[in-house]
Nanobody, 117 residues
């Protein structure tokens, strides 16, 4: 059974930093894509960042230059380092796993990020 567990969310002031983690289990293929999305109630899910096993990393325009995605293959964990946080970054952050960055088949339960001004 594939499982994704996010952690690291919390409440910070504007300008602060957080590091989110997403630990994956139950998936052993060497080819995959993992990504972070975020969602605010009443709004559509927003792409944040993705990491592909081909080495490609992609960022949404709103987080470029502030967020950094990385992966620890030994720990099967995806990270999202978030710096210079803004109130508009407040959302539930979800980790997703896919066969490729065009097709995700699993999502974690999410971790809440709240940024106050």
């Amino acid at each position: 059974e594939v499982r994704l567990v996010e952690s690291g969310g919390g409440s910070v002031q504007s300008g602060g930093s957080l590091r989110l983690s997403c630990q994956a289990s139950g998936y052993t293929a060497s080819r995959y894509c993992m990504a972070w999305f975020r969602q605010v109630p009443g709004k559509e899910s927003e792409f944040v960042s993705s990491f592909d096993t081909d080495g490609t990393t992609i960022y949404g325009d709103s987080v470029k230059g502030r967020f950094t995605v990385s992966i620890d293959n030994a720990e099967n964990t995806l990270y999202l380092q978030m710096n210079s946080l803004k109130p508009e970054d407040s959302a539930m952050y979800y980790c997703q796993l896919g066969f490729s960055c065009d097709y995700y088949f699993e999502r974690g339960q999410g971790t809440q990020v709240s940024v106050s001004s």
